[in-house]
């Protein structure tokens, strides 16, 4: 279970346009758009380099560039990945995450000072180079400084890796069905797929089994989406 700290000597990092002070060993939920809302993933082989990134990135001493890394096998990748997850030198754990067609959001635990930003930079910095080289464009992808919300209680985190597995469904990106195993998110993961990718277990903990977390997820699924649909609505008055 997540608990406040308390009594604990913290580093502080303050990022450059940001006021949110970024704790060492404290979670948060991290997200970001493209520039003017534009798309950010369009094919399905801009969700695989994303994926890559993400996964390669949190680790703060990786042997070998990510264009290399990318032509490895399967099974070469895999031992790779291993070896830098046993030495336990991260920037910060994955505890989930999703990738929408415009934006994308992360829940993450900080392990190492400035670790999120160093994360985001690494990651923004490496996707934008593929996106624009793909694409023959020039300038960012993204939209600024990412934004960073500072987790403060359990309930909060139960609720942000709920709101986060639920965002593709919630955005009428695919159907409740089709969010059990959307390949974007860390969703399938929690219900039992293998995948490194992220620490689940201080959110599985709290259930007795994956089966309990996914009924916590979908039995929340229509009435979240309601509420984006209100939301909506309510912009659009106001306007």
Known sequence: MFHLRGGTCVTIDL???????????????????GVAKQPTFISHSDYQQALLGLNYYRFISPPIKLSRFKRFTFQKKAELLSKLDLSGNK???IISFVLMPNHFHLLLKQTTDKGIAKYLSLFTNSYTRYFNTKGQRPGPVFQGV?????VESNEQLLHLSRY???????SGVTSKTA???YP???????LGEEKNI???SIVLSQFKSSSGYKDFVINHADYAQQLEFIKHLTIDTEL
């Open 15 to 33: 990022v450059a346009g940001r006021n949110i002070p970024l704790i060492t060993g404290e979670y948060y939920h991290v997200f970001n758009r």
């Open 179 to 181: 969010l059990l195993t």
């Open 198 to 200: 992220v620490d689940q």
């Open 184 to 190: 974007w998110s860390s969703l399938p993961c929690y």
């Open 146 to 150: 990412f934004k960073a919300v500072h």
């Open 164 to 170: 986060i597995h639920l965002n593709p469904y919630v």
């Open 91 to 93: 920037w910060v754990d």
